[in-house]
């Protein structure tokens, strides 16, 4: 059977890209089962950018197919921040809720109208050494005045949807699967693997 790498060490990022790639015939493994591959460093300025640039440099370690992705949060009144620095917005050691109050301060006084978001989430796949297929899918919504809910991880309590008038964090995974930036790029990446393999 093929194999599929996920280009991830992230036991809960892992979780849920098997939970989706569940139909696709192939032997999924991370980098976890993986010895001898280099540690790379996310420095590109976009999420496309860093994806590919993880997928075509595991793939050249692997007979395997390569699934890479990156993703995170672009508010428009910071200019597209926190973009590609989401994980480490409030700095190298700082958890997600700081990360979170870091927006929270920056916005500030600002009215609703002024708070769109989106979630961005950019898969590359990548075959010896090649990209095969590229996706970038999103997420729109608002940051909420403050944290909201204790459901998912990273922004979802302060990513406000406005049609439910909830953040994801108050949502649920129920919710956010059906529309997120995440859940979009992945139903993409198993259409191509399935006609691919
Ligand atoms: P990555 O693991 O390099 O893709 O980093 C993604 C970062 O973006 C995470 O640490 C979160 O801070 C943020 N992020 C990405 N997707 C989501 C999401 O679905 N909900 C909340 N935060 C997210």
């Known amino acids: 059977m093929i194999e599929v790498v996920i280009a991830t060490k992230n036991d809960k990022k892992l979780r849920e890209l098997r939970r989706y790639l569940k139909s696709v015939k192939a ?14 460093r996310e420095d590109k300025s ?5 994806a590919v640039k993880k ?7 692997t007979k395997g197919v390569v ?14 921040e926190p973009g590609v620095k989401s994980a480490r917005f409030a700095g190298p050691r700082k958890k997600d809720g700081d990360n979170s109050i870091k927006v929270l301060k920056l916005l500030e006084g600002l009215p609703a109208g002024k ?22 899918e ?26 439910y008038k909830k953040t994801f964090g108050e949502l649920g995974l129920k ?9 979009k790029a992945l139903k993409k990446a198993r259409k191509f693997l399935r ?3």
């Not at 032997?27 to 790379?40: D, F, W």
């Not at 997928?55 to 370690?61: D, E, L």
């Not at 699934?67 to 597209?80: P, Y």
């Not at 999103?138 to 991880?153: E, K, L």
């Open 27 to 40: 032997h999924i493994v991370s980098l976890k089962e993986m010895s001898g591959t280099p540690r790379i």
């Open 46 to 50: 976009t999420f496309k950018g860093n």
């Open 55 to 61: 997928a075509v440099t595991i793939s050249k370690f």
């Open 67 to 80: 699934l890479a992705d990156d993703s995170g949060l672009c508010v428009d009144a910071l200019g597209g």
């Open 115 to 136: 708070r769109t978001a989106r979630f961005v989430c950019a898969i590359a796949i990548a075959d010896k050494g090649k990209v095969i297929k590229l996706i970038e």
């Open 138 to 163: 999103y997420c729109s919504g608002r940051i909420a005045d403050s944290v909201r809910g204790r459901h998912g991880f990273g922004y979802d309590p302060i990513f406000l949807i406005p049609e």
């Open 175 to 183: 919710v956010k699967d059906k529309m997120s930036h995440r859940s």
């Open 195 to 197: 006609e691919y393999l």
